[in-house]
């Protein structure tokens, strides 16, 4: 048995109890104990169980050094004496293992007086530790980094949410869950506005990751100022839309034509009906513009001008090309296709993700998916908004939120910001990873919508570290803090290391000072001459 801790004292709960432990042999929070041999009744026998439980409090109390004493007092005593210090805490029950190892809650209290030890690592193995091969590694627990923790990917089945405040390390951490979940044969499309997943190709040290040729980046064409080139991230394909191939619905919500301008919808319409073969909006702004000028009817001729402002905005979108992606390029098995959407508007990349996940839903709820398609939405709180803030997917992340279970399609939502977010997207999301997080709303957003979090575990969210994690749903058997593990592939997401970002302009501007006097007296020289 590993070490004793100490004593159950107090009154003593199902889910909880308290203990008694000394300065020498006390666990730390978060610590996990075990109470060996409680009695539980199992299909009428009286059986004995190890409880599994976890440290959520600990204070030390002193009966000599109490508050009401002035400090004259306590220096005195202190001089004199070494005063004794009691240590107490509190624990939640997590539960037995029964003989198919499924975890199981006690309906019998400990009693007072019982032996409180450190867990020992077999047994917190099999608590957190799937051993299926199909299992995803993450990291490690949190108190006992060499105790591994393995997702159940039965958890996706019901979506999962991934949710931390800007700079907690959620893009790491999604990285590593998909650069795991893809061996395993995975469908995975990831909606990226920020280039954080575009280096999945590249390992931190330049070469390629083992799955190198399982991953595709796409990029539309033309986006100027990118954080990584195509050389950095392994090579990209062009992301392009046929706009010929969209129906007039489409283009009137891309180019945001309210339904509400009759008119100008009309004039749009009937100058697509005048377009044959390839085209583009610049050919389509092209009929409005002759229209404006050639059109019989006054009011005919107004709403061609009007209606050009918003074909002319969709000309300098970066997406348009002779061809669409296949869909069956994105849907292939044991691949990771990632959607650079960085560098575009939000719109265009709402209409991107309205298109796609609306493409993939048609063929789910007809049979024709033939493998699991996980959606990775980052930023989810921008695609999937909450109530009153439109946007062109929303509706359909929300079905598929809904529904997406019974079709083989599941939800990968990461956000910062799950007030922001669709309540019932986040809501359907019964697996939660949650990193730090520090905004009361963002925190309230978080209580309501996850069933599995537990006070004590909700209290400490603004208390993580970079790179800690909370994992409660059907990911893991229980609730389980994880110290998030290392990855293969390069990280996009990550910020920029501001020190040696000064250090370089620091030393430009030094480099152009030093040039200056020279560049003074070449043109002193001309001025002589």
Request: glycine share 8%; proline share 5%.
């Amino acid at each position: 048995m590993n070490r004793k801790v100490g004593y159950i004292v107090g009154e003593v709960e199902t889910g909880s109890f308290g203990f008694v432990s000394d300065e020498d042999n006390y666990p730390l929070k978060h610590e996990y104990l075990v109470i060996p041999g409680v009695r539980e009744r199992i299909r009428g026998e009286i059986r004995r169980v190890d409880v599994l439980a976890q440290v959520t409090n600990l204070w030390n109390l002193s009966d000599v050094l109490r508050q009401e004493l002035s400090l004259r007092e306590l220096e005195t005593i202190l001089q004199r004496y070494k005063a004794t210090v009691k240590v107490f805490g509190k624990a939640k029950v997590l539960g037995y293992l029964d003989e198919e190892d499924q975890v199981v809650m006690p309906r019998s209290a400990a009693i007072p007086g019982q032996e409180v030890y450190v867990a020992p690592s077999q047994l917190l193995e099999r608590f957190f530790t799937n051993v299926s091969r199909l299992s995803i590694p993450i990291g490690g627990l949190l108190t006992r980094e060499e105790v591994p923790v393995r997702l159940d990917p039965n958890g996706f089945r019901r979506h999962v949410a991934v949710i931390a405040q800007t700079g907690a390390g959620k893009s790491y951490l999604v990285g590593l869950m998909l650069e795991n979940l893809l061996p395993l044969g995975a469908t995975i499309i990831v909606m990226d506005p920020n280039s954080d997943y575009v280096m999945m190709k590249k390992k931190a040290d330049g070469g390629e990751t083992p799955f190198a040729e399982d991953v595709t980046i796409y990029r539309p064409p033309g986006i100027k100022g990118r954080r990584f080139s195509d050389e950095d991230i392994g090579g990209a394909e062009g992301y392009t839309i046929e706009f010929s191939a969209l129906t007039p619905d489409e283009i009137f919500e891309i180019a945001g034509v309210s339904p509400r301008w009759v008119h100008i919808r009309a004039v749009i319409l009937e100058a697509l009906q005048g377009l044959s073969g390839l085209y583009g909006p610049q050919q389509l702004l092209e009929r409005l513009k002759w229209m404006e000028v050639n059109e019989e009817d006054r009011g005919r001729r107004e709403a061609a001008a009007r209606a050009q402002s918003y074909i002319q905005r969709l000309t300098r979108y970066q997406v348009w090309g002779s061809a669409n992606i296949p869909l069956e390029e994105l849907l292939r098995p044991r691949h990771l296709s990632v959607i650079d959407l960085a560098g575009l508007q939000s719109h265009v990349s709402q209409y991107i993700v309205q298109k796609t996940v609306s493409d993939i839903w048609a063929r789910a709820i007809t049979g024709s998916l033939r493998h699991p398609v996980f959606l990775v939405l980052e930023e989810a709180h921008n695609f999937a908004p909450a109530e009153g803030v439109a946007s062109a997917c929303s509706s359909i992340i929300e079905k598929v939120a809904s529904e997406g279970r019974k079709f083989g399609v599941f939800l990968l939502v990461v956000t910062q910001r799950p007030f922001k977010i669709n309540s019932n997207v986040l809501s359907q999301c019964n697996s939660q990873i949650i990193m730090r997080l520090t905004n009361p709303e963002d925190m309230s957003a978080v209580r309501r919508s996850s069933e599995a979090m537990s006070e004590d575990l909700f209290r400490d969210l603004p208390g993580l570290n970079r790179g800690e994690a909370i994992v409660v749903g059907g990911l893991t058997k229980v609730p389980v803090m994880v110290k998030v593990g290392g990855r293969v592939s390069a990280e996009g997401g990550s910020d920029i290391d501001l020190e040696a970002a000064l250090t370089r302009a620091l030393e430009e501007a030094e480099r152009r000072k030093a040039l200056q006097p020279q560049e003074d007296e070449d043109e002193e020289f001309k001025a002589r001459w």
